[in-house]
């Protein structure tokens, strides 16, 4: 969030669970995910008619501070 221009990192896990993220620069981090249930890598929004529900996703509600040789831990995201 603290970057100018503005960079994204994507990671992709196979199972729900414990993640890593490893070789990110510092600085301060927004996280959001969301279940790739067909695995185009693309947020599926849903549709109303025929009846699609959208993908489930989650935005962790605050920045989180990426320092060098520090762990962050205690980020749980769940999926609604």
Excluded at 42 to 62: N, Q
Aim: without cysteine; aromatic residues 10%; glycine residues 8%.
């Amino acid at each position: 969030t603290d970057a100018n221009p503005r960079r994204e990192h994507t990671v992709r896990t196979a199972t729900s669970g414990k993640f890593v993220v490893s070789q990110l620069p510092e600085g301060r981090y927004g996280i959001e995910a969301f279940e790739d249930a067909d695995g185009d890598g693309r947020y599926r929004a849903g549709l109303p008619h025929p009846f699609l529900p959208s993908a489930r996703f989650a935005v962790y509600p605050d920045t989180v501070r990426v320092r060098a040789r520090w762990s962050v831990e205690g980020v749980n995201l769940r999926l609604k």
